[in-house]
């Protein structure tokens, strides 16, 4: 199909001012944050041009988009706030970018029930304002709050720093509405457990677009904290640390935030920094005043040593900071295209594998022999939101043969090896274009199951091919 017969069947169905084909907005709308050396052997599925952008205003334009390009085979990639790492939002060539962001109305906040339901392209700071003004917060608080939306989030099941309290993304969604890839309406009620046999929300959260597209979500809303307290302890090395993690939830105490990590030290000597655990507590003066006296206890008895209100409130302040930078950097440039290649040019990659608790120190041993083996810098080691998610930020030396591939295939030996270990390859941002080749050594005979929900739910395959499942 040509793009004028397209644009102009789009045009019919969505009105003229929801439909571009400029070259500006192809370009603008055409990719997410995931660069080419991150990007390893997918970098050239990067390059892909979309035919058009459109943009739905409510689930009945995105089921009349879906059923209209399900009938023409035209490829849907779904358009968030572009800042997903894993190239999720990659088009392929030909395709329709369906950008959700004109979908960013509150639909209602239920105070009394401690509800609210959101269209899927709003951003999560809005959504979050939006709580406030009820006394009320949004539990997801990625480091992308300020620039992200909620179906993107919803889609990667996407973990922030209050997982530790409120669970990932997805744990808090309750109800959602989605239209199918032949543009067939589904929703489902949003009552907390109101679900027998398999919760049909589950189906879209962190599918990333392949099985249909979120329209609305609605998620549970917490209540503003009458108490919280934030305290940091450094630790002589990243062992004694996170045996100190393991015991505050083996006692069942219950951080909002856990982040906890070490880095080199700057000048080329290897040496690594102390090891720093921020950890924040809310709810009653009286419980908070309790856990707080129980995790520094545990603390101090794993050689642990307590930080200054200074450091974990620069910390806490500055959380969102390289969020705003990516919008000024990238989203508002003028060429975004341009500036996503060069603020995604650094030559590092950022691993986030989930692991039985029991076997992350043997896995950060494991991965700590095979880096060096391979003349890879790990530049930080870190575990955020629960002791089972643990991260490594990488970059291969600069005298290592080979480069990118030859870090590629490094890459893929570390998560193998996690999923080896009974663990999964990634837990905070997705699988997208990056992940996709390693799916079916995870889900094993599972694999073939979700391929055949995909023909199901997306009879024509158009819903963001190239994704998860291929």
Same mark, same amino acid.
């Given at each position: 199909?040509?793009?004028?017969?397209?644009?102009?069947?789009?045009?019919?169905?969505?009105?003229? #001012?929801?439909?571009?084909?400029?070259?500006?907005?192809?370009?603008?709308?055409?990719?997410?944050a !995931?660069?080419?050396?991150?990007?390893?052997?997918?970098?050239?599925?990067?390059?892909?041009?979309?035919?058009?952008v459109?943009?739905?205003?409510?689930?009945?334009?995105?089921?009349?988009?879906?059923?209209?390009?399900?009938?023409?085979?035209?490829?849907?990639?779904p358009?968030?706030?572009?800042?997903?790492?894993?190239?999720?939002?990659?088009?392929?060539?030909?395709a329709?970018?369906?950008?959700?962001g004109?979908?960013?109305?509150?639909?209602?906040?239920d105070?009394?029930?401690?509800?609210?339901?959101?269209?899927?392209?709003?951003?999560?700071?809005?959504?979050?304002?939006?709580?406030?003004?009820?006394?009320?917060?949004?539990?997801h608080?990625?480091?992308?709050?300020?620039?992200?939306?909620?179906?993107?989030a919803?889609?990667?099941?996407?973990?922030?720093?209050?997982?530790?309290?409120?669970?990932?993304?997805?744990?808090?969604?309750?109800?959602?509405?989605?239209?199918? #890839?032949?543009g067939e309406?589904?929703?489902?009620?949003?009552?907390?457990g109101?679900?027998?046999?398999?919760?049909?929300?589950?189906?879209?959260?962190?599918?990333?677009?392949?099985?249909?597209?979120?329209?609305?979500?609605?998620?549970?809303?917490?209540?503003?904290?009458?108490?919280?307290?934030m305290?940091?302890?450094?630790?002589?090395?990243?062992?004694?640390?996170?045996?100190?993690?393991?015991?505050?939830?083996?006692?069942?105490?219950?951080?909002t935030?856990?982040?906890?990590g070490?880095?080199?030290?700057?000048? #080329?000597?290897?040496?690594?920094?102390?090891?720093?655990?921020?950890?924040?507590?809310?709810?009653?003066?009286?419980?908070?005043?309790?856990?707080?006296?129980e995790?520094?206890?545990i603390?101090?008895?794993?050689?642990?040593?307590?930080?200054?209100?200074?450091?974990?409130?620069?910390?806490?302040?500055?959380?969102?900071?390289?969020?705003?930078?990516?919008?000024?950097?990238?989203?508002?440039?003028?060429?975004?295209?341009?500036?996503?290649?060069?603020?995604?040019?650094?030559?590092?990659?950022?691993?986030?594998?989930?692991?039985?608790?029991g076997?992350?120190?043997?896995?950060?041993?494991?991965?700590?022999?095979?880096?060096?083996?391979?003349?890879?810098?790990?530049?930080?080691?870190?575990?955020?939101?629960?002791?089972?998610?643990?991260?490594?930020?990488?970059?291969?030396?600069?005298?290592?043969?080979?480069?990118?591939?030859r870090?590629?295939?490094?890459?893929?030996?570390?998560l193998?090896?996690?999923?080896?270990?009974?663990?999964?390859?990634?837990?905070?941002? #997705?699988?997208?274009?990056?992940?996709?080749?390693?799916?079916?050594?995870?889900?094993?005979?599972?694999?073939?199951?979700?391929q055949?929900?995909?023909?199901? !739910?997306?009879?024509?395959?158009?819903?963001?091919?190239?994704?998860?499942?291929?």
């Amino acid at each position: 199909m040509n793009s004028y017969s397209l644009e102009r069947d789009l045009v019919e169905l969505l009105g003229r #001012g929801a439909v571009s084909s400029d070259e500006s907005d192809l370009r603008r709308y055409g990719g997410d944050a !995931l660069g080419t050396f991150r990007a390893f052997r997918a970098a050239g599925r990067l390059n892909g041009r979309a035919i058009a952008v459109a943009w739905p205003q409510n689930v009945e334009d995105i089921s009349k988009s879906l059923a209209y390009a399900s009938r023409q085979s035209v490829p849907v990639v779904p358009y968030g706030g572009g800042t997903g790492v894993m190239g999720a939002a990659t088009p392929l060539d030909s395709a329709i970018i369906l950008n959700l962001g004109r979908m960013d109305r509150v639909v209602r906040v239920d105070t009394e029930s401690r509800t609210a339901t959101f269209q899927s392209g709003i951003l999560l700071e809005d959504a979050h304002r939006a709580l406030m003004a009820h006394d009320l917060r949004l539990g997801h608080d990625p480091w992308s709050r300020p620039i992200a939306t909620l179906g993107g989030a919803i889609s990667t099941n996407g973990v922030g720093y209050t997982a530790s309290g409120h669970g990932a993304m997805g744990d808090q969604v309750l109800g959602m509405q989605a239209a199918l #890839g032949d543009g067939e309406i589904v929703e489902s009620w949003a009552v907390p457990g109101a679900f027998f046999g398999s919760s049909l929300n589950h189906i879209f959260i962190g599918t990333e677009g392949t099985f249909g597209v979120i329209s609305e979500a609605t998620v549970a809303a917490f209540p503003i904290p009458i108490a919280r307290s934030m305290v940091c302890f450094d630790f002589p090395e990243f062992d004694s640390g996170y045996e100190a993690i393991s015991a505050i939830y083996t006692d069942g105490l219950q951080p909002t935030v856990m982040d906890y990590g070490d880095e080199l030290v700057p000048g #080329g000597d290897g040496r690594r920094d102390t090891a720093t655990l921020y950890l924040v507590f809310e709810g009653s003066k009286e419980s908070v005043e309790a856990n707080v006296g129980e995790a520094t206890a545990i603390c101090l008895r794993h050689d642990g040593r307590r930080g200054s209100a200074a450091v974990i409130d620069r910390y806490w302040t500055d959380r969102h900071a390289s969020a705003h930078r990516y919008k000024e950097n990238v989203l508002d440039n003028e060429r975004p295209d341009l500036a996503r290649r060069s603020s995604s040019a650094y030559r590092m990659d950022y691993l986030h594998v989930a692991l039985p608790t029991g076997r992350v120190l043997e896995y950060r041993k494991k991965c700590e022999a095979l880096l060096s083996e391979e003349g890879v810098t790990v530049r930080e080691w870190s575990v955020w939101g629960r002791p089972e998610f643990f991260s490594l930020l990488i970059s291969p030396s600069d005298e290592v043969e080979g480069g990118g591939a030859r870090l590629a295939q490094t890459v893929d030996r570390v998560l193998r090896d996690a999923q080896a270990m009974g663990g999964t390859m990634e837990y905070c941002h #997705g699988v997208g274009l990056k992940l996709a080749h390693l799916v079916e050594a995870e889900l094993g005979s599972g694999m073939a199951v979700a391929q055949r929900m995909k023909r199901s !739910l997306d009879p024509a395959g158009i819903l963001n091919p190239g994704k998860i499942w291929s």
